[in-house]
């Protein structure tokens, strides 16, 4: 069987342009969180987690990305993967024993707080508090679903939690496993370099983030605050704290009702 995992991180970005260059195997680096991807679309990786802050901390070894190619483990000359669902129905579903031997392989050597983790609309809605969570473990491997899903029976024997981008049907999960491990690395220490940013943002508080502003002062007639230019750190806190729970309140009252809850538990 040809080797179906692809790794990505520390000395496999090239000054290149040729996304083939961020697919070149690489040694596991100890104590560094990282994320396996089990799909059908290796390819897709890192995509847009190469870029930006995410592309550099991987690149720098703050994180790993592993790809786990899921057709050389198919059935057969042609490698099938799926089959007809029981019971009759459109589409094809991924078949238990493909996926068990690609699921072993990949959580094969992983050690201490490892979910494994299948994207699904049935799991639970992506969250700040989720996220936050996932950066502590020590890593995750991700099973990206396609066609009609996979088969029941290895969700129920692998214990895989099912997680959900929103609610709505996408032909994938790739496109949500990326939006989850960037939700996710962005926490790990050293990411961002500035961990006051993750600190102030929507949710982390409980509340959505105030409005930002930057030059130029006036923009078409439209001036930044004047208490974001008096230079008075309190007032500043205090307008983009009542900023935060008027957006809040106005535009996610769900959000704002449990926000209300907690501080109520609280007191």
């Not at 059908?40 to 995509?47: D, K, Q, R, T, V």
């Not at 990949?106 to 950066?135: C, E, H, K, V």
């Not at 996710?184 to 105030?210: C, D, K, M, Y």
């Amino acid at each position: 069987m040809t080797q179906p995992s692809k790794s990505h991180g520390r000395l496999s970005i090239g000054a290149t342009l040729k996304p083939r260059a961020l697919m070149t195997d690489t040694p596991d680096l100890a104590g560094v969180w990282k994320a396996k991807i089990l799909t059908l679309f290796p390819g897709a990786f890192p995509g847009v987690l190469g870029e930006s802050l995410t592309g550099k901390a991987l690149q720098q070894g703050l994180w790993q990305l592993e790809t786990i190619d899921l057709r050389p483990f198919g059935i057969g000359k042609h490698k099938n993967v799926d089959d007809t669902p029981a019971g009759g129905g459109a589409g094809m579903v991924l078949r238990a024993d493909v996926l068990g031997e690609a699921i072993e392989q990949a959580m094969a050597g992983t050690r201490g707080n490892w979910p494994l983790i299948y994207l699904s609309p049935r799991g639970r809605r992506m969250d700040q508090t989720m996220m936050q969570n996932f950066a502590r473990c020590d890593g995750m491997t991700l099973l990206c679903g396609r066609f009609e899903g996979v088969d029941e029976r290895v969700l129920e024997h692998y214990g895989i939690q099912e997680v959900s981008l929103g609610d709505f049907v996408m032909t994938g999960g790739e496109l949500a496993a990326q939006a989850l491990i960037d939700a996710t690395v962005r926490l790990i220490p050293g990411v961002l370099g500035n961990q006051a940013s993750t600190e102030e943002e929507s949710f982390s508080s409980g509340l959505l983030e105030h409005p930002q502003y930057t030059r130029p002062a006036d923009w078409k007639g439209r001036p930044i605050p004047d208490v974001l230019m008096s230079g008075h750190h309190g007032k500043i806190a205090e307008w983009r704290r009542q900023m935060s729970e008027d957006i809040t309140k106005a535009r996610r009252p769900d959000l704002w009702d449990a926000y209300q809850n907690r501080h109520r538990d609280g007191d």
